[in-house]
Structure formats: structure tokens, C-alpha cells
């Protein structure tokens, strides 16, 4: 059984209304589309639109959506540990010390896959049970027959909790600093000694996003000068740090540009700006808990985020593009056995 949802807006194309027409697959749907398949009754959906069932439609505006979108997964998680059941104990016993119980299974499972996934654009892989076994620590759990966690490992889920958890916090150069030293915790990026805990320098040359073979290579960008880092770092911080009058997932989309545009480190950009994005979002939905990992889907769409990535930092500052991928095509994977899509489904709306 399930329930169907479609969006409409003003000045709707066509193509925007036949692209929610997905064959009921959830995870298709990235324009306004969303399915709920359920047993017995709609669960989440009830939270999420309540207005639809007592009309049949309803206006309601993206902002809306956005506040009740935690309510709504956390009914989805409850509804998926009723049907499916939960079988990892570390799970188990977080909801059960939780305070939140509803919300708090999917919270460690998010924090994972989001620290895994981040590491892993950048073709690093980590130790699932030790990236567990380390966010369990740092939340109060009893991490159980876990493994102890490397020292890098322990600095990417330091700087994920960190940026999640107090995500209200001023973002400061000094913060960043820190995330950086706790991400190279022995001063090197594999082999290579590099600038840790401060902006990189230009004394190798100047900073380039390349690819290919050595003296093969292809430049897909080249970042501000080093001379140039302390006041476009300035600029940056002073604007996100500012109380402004704007969309927070817009907010968010442009935090992550700008970040990686600047580069300002010699390693590690990519995972700090997605730390950034996270800390954005959680202020924008006043919550810590997390319930999808934008990693997740960055890894899997991998590709497409570089090319969109490439083509607005060479374009002439027209970053419609780049806000259009970003708010539309990160769908949530939390509830992938429910056939849920609540995030992607909000998030394809809030820029509308």
C-alpha cells in the first residue's frame, strides 16, 4: 500500500510536472514527487501534510515543510523499527537511553555514513565499526566490542560533531583551524608534509584542482592566491556569520561554494565545506539530530557534483546551476525500506 504526493507551484513548466511522474519509485522523484509505501495506514505523511488529507491538496509553504521535516522522519524511523525491527544493538541501546527515542536510531547511523561518505569522495576509506565506535564515544554510548579508533578517524568525527552538534556557535577562523589540525593530525596528507591548522601558502606553487597523470595533468581550477586568503576569508566568515534575510538551504548551497571556491587549505577543503553545509542545514532546521547525509549522496552522484562544481567556478558568476543541483538533487537515503523521500521531496521545493 502507499500513498502518492505531487507538487505544484507557480509557473510550473511541463517538464517539471511530468518529471514527478516516477513509475513509483521513491528515490526518482526530485521535483516535487514523494511516495509513501506503508503498512496498514499513512504514518510520516500525516505529519509531514496533514492539510492533504483533509482536502486533498493544500498550499504550504516550503519554510513549513521544512520545520515539520524532522517530526516527519523521526515518525518514519519509529515506523520502520515497528515494522522491520531494529537489530544493531548499538541502535538499540541508543534509543534507549535517549531521550529523543523516536529520532535518536537514525542519529548515529547518519553521523556514520555521513563521516564515511565525506571521507570517501575524497578516496579515503575509513573503518566502519571504528568511525562507530568513535561517534559512540563522543555521544555517551558504550561503544561495546567495538574497536579503538586511529587518530584520523577520532578528527573527522571531531569535526562532524562539532559542526552538527553546535551548529549555533560563531564559525570562526580559529574553529576552522582547529577542524583542519584534527583532519591531519600528524601534519600530512598521506606521504606529503603539508601547512596544517592555518592557510595554505603558495611556496609549492599556486593552489590547482587537477586530475589525471603526473605531467599529464588537467586543470579544473585554480583558487585566490595565498596572499588574497585572509580577506576573502574575512569576507566569507562575516556573511555566514551574519543574520540575514535569506533562505537557509540557499544559505547553505552558497556556504559550500564559496568555501571550496576560496580552497584555503592545502588538503582537506572538500571535507571541510561539506562539514560547513552540514552546520548550515542543521541551523536551518534548529536541530542537531540528523536524518541524511549529504556525503551520501555527494558519493553517489559524485561525478555530477564535480562537473556543476567546475562549470559555475568557471562561469560568469551565474550560480543559478549550482543552486539548482543543490536544491534538488540531494535526495535523503534514511528510509530507503519505507520508499521514503521526505528530504528530497522538501528540499526539491525550497527554493520555489
Given at each position: 500500500?502507499?500513498?502518492?504526493?505531487?507538487?505544484?507551484?507557480?509557473?510550473?513548466?511541463?517538464?517539471?510536472?511530468?518529471?514527478?511522474?516516477?513509475?513509483?519509485?521513491?528515490?526518482?522523484?526530485?521535483?516535487?514527487?514523494?511516495?509513501?509505501?506503508?503498512h496498514g495506514?499513512?504514518?510520516?505523511?500525516?505529519?509531514?501534510?496533514?492539510?492533504?488529507?483533509?482536502?486533498?491538496?493544500?498550499?504550504?509553504?516550503?519554510?513549513?515543510?521544512?520545520?515539520?521535516?524532522?517530526?516527519?522522519?523521526?515518525?518514519?524511523?519509529?515506523?520502520?523499527?515497528?515494522?522491520?525491527?531494529?537489530?544493531?544493538?548499538?541502535?538499540?541501546?541508543?534509543?534507549?537511553?535517549?531521550?529523543?527515542?523516536?529520532?535518536?536510531?537514525?542519529?548515529?547511523?547518519?553521523?556514520?555514513?555521513?563521516?564515511?561518505?565525506?571521507?570517501?569522495?575524497?578516496?579515503?576509506?575509513?573503518?566502519?565499526?571504528?568511525?562507530?565506535?568513535?561517534?559512540?564515544?563522543?555521544?555517551?554510548?558504550?561503544?561495546?566490542?567495538?574497536?579503538?579508533?586511529?587518530?584520523?578517524?577520532?578528527?573527522?568525527?571531531?569535526?562532524?560533531?562539532?559542526?552538527?552538534?553546535?551548529?549555533?556557535?560563531?564559525?570562526?577562523?580559529?574553529?576552522?583551524?582547529?577542524?583542519?589540525?584534527?583532519?591531519?593530525?600528524?601534519?600530512?596528507?598521506?606521504?606529503?608534509?603539508?601547512?596544517?591548522?592555518?592557510?595554505?601558502?603558495?611556496?609549492?606553487?599556486?593552489?590547482?584542482?587537477?586530475?589525471?597523470?603526473?605531467?599529464?595533468?588537467?586543470?579544473?581550477?585554480?583558487?585566490?592566491?595565498?596572499?588574497l586568503l585572509?580577506?576573502?576569508?574575512?569576507?566569507?566568515?562575516?556573511?555566514?556569520?551574519?543574520?540575514?534575510?535569506?533562505?537557509?538551504?540557499?544559505?547553505?548551497?552558497?556556504?559550500?561554494?564559496?568555501?571550496?571556491?576560496?580552497?584555503?587549505?592545502?588538503?582537506?577543503?572538500?571535507?571541510?565545506?561539506?562539514?560547513?553545509?552540514?552546520?548550515?542545514?542543521?541551523?536551518?532546521?534548529?536541530?542537531?539530530?540528523?536524518?541524511?547525509?549529504?556525503?551520501?549522496?555527494?558519493?553517489?552522484?559524485?561525478?555530477?557534483?564535480?562537473?556543476?562544481?567546475?562549470?559555475?567556478?568557471?562561469?560568469?558568476?551565474?550560480?543559478?546551476?549550482?543552486?539548482?543541483?543543490?536544491?534538488?538533487?540531494?535526495?535523503?537515503?534514511?528510509?530507503?525500506?519505507?520508499?521514503?523521500?521526505?528530504?528530497?521531496?522538501?528540499?526539491s521545493c525550497?527554493?520555489?
Amino acid at each position: 500500500m502507499g500513498i502518492d504526493i505531487y507538487a505544484e507551484w507557480r509557473n510550473m513548466t511541463p517538464e517539471e510536472s511530468n518529471a514527478q511522474i516516477t513509475g513509483f519509485d521513491a528515490t526518482a522523484g526530485r521535483v516535487g514527487y514523494l511516495r509513501e509505501a506503508y503498512h496498514g495506514e499513512p504514518y510520516a505523511t500525516l505529519v509531514l501534510v496533514p492539510e492533504a488529507f483533509e482536502t486533498g491538496e493544500a498550499l504550504i509553504p516550503a519554510s513549513l515543510l521544512r520545520q515539520r521535516l524532522p517530526a516527519a522522519l523521526a515518525a518514519a524511523e519509529q515506523r520502520e523499527k515497528t515494522v522491520y525491527g531494529e537489530t544493531d544493538p548499538l541502535e538499540i541501546q541508543r534509543d534507549a537511553s535517549s531521550r529523543l527515542p523516536v529520532a535518536a536510531g537514525g542519529r548515529t547511523r547518519t553521523l556514520t555514513e555521513e563521516v564515511l561518505k565525506s571521507s570517501e569522495i575524497e578516496g579515503e576509506i575509513l573503518d566502519r565499526d571504528q568511525v562507530r565506535s568513535s561517534i559512540a564515544g563522543r555521544l555517551g554510548m558504550d561503544a561495546g566490542g567495538l574497536p579503538a579508533a586511529d587518530r584520523n578517524v577520532e578528527g573527522v568525527v571531531d569535526m562532524m560533531l562539532d559542526a552538527t552538534q553546535n551548529f549555533s556557535d560563531p564559525l570562526t577562523k580559529e574553529r576552522l583551524f582547529a577542524w583542519h589540525a584534527a583532519l591531519f593530525p600528524t601534519g600530512r596528507s598521506g606521504i606529503h608534509k603539508i601547512t596544517v591548522g592555518t592557510w595554505r601558502t603558495d611556496e609549492k606553487g599556486p593552489m590547482q584542482v587537477t586530475s589525471g597523470a603526473i605531467g599529464h595533468e588537467k586543470v579544473h581550477y585554480e583558487a585566490p592566491a595565498a596572499a588574497l586568503l585572509e580577506d576573502e576569508m574575512k569576507a566569507f566568515l562575516d556573511w555566514y556569520n551574519a543574520k540575514e534575510d535569506i533562505d537557509p538551504v540557499i544559505k547553505a548551497a552558497l556556504a559550500h561554494l564559496w568555501f571550496v571556491t576560496i580552497h584555503p587549505f592545502d588538503d582537506g577543503n572538500g571535507r571541510i565545506a561539506r562539514a560547513i553545509t552540514d552546520m548550515s542545514l542543521a541551523r536551518s532546521e534548529g536541530s542537531s539530530q540528523r536524518f541524511y547525509s549529504m556525503s551520501a549522496q555527494i558519493r553517489l552522484e559524485r561525478n555530477a557534483y564535480y562537473t556543476i562544481l567546475e562549470r559555475t567556478q568557471k562561469s560568469d558568476l551565474d550560480i543559478t546551476p549550482w543552486l539548482a543541483w543543490f536544491s534538488r538533487y540531494l535526495p535523503c537515503l534514511c528510509c530507503v525500506k519505507l520508499g521514503l523521500c521526505f528530504v528530497c521531496w522538501a528540499i526539491s521545493c525550497a527554493s520555489l
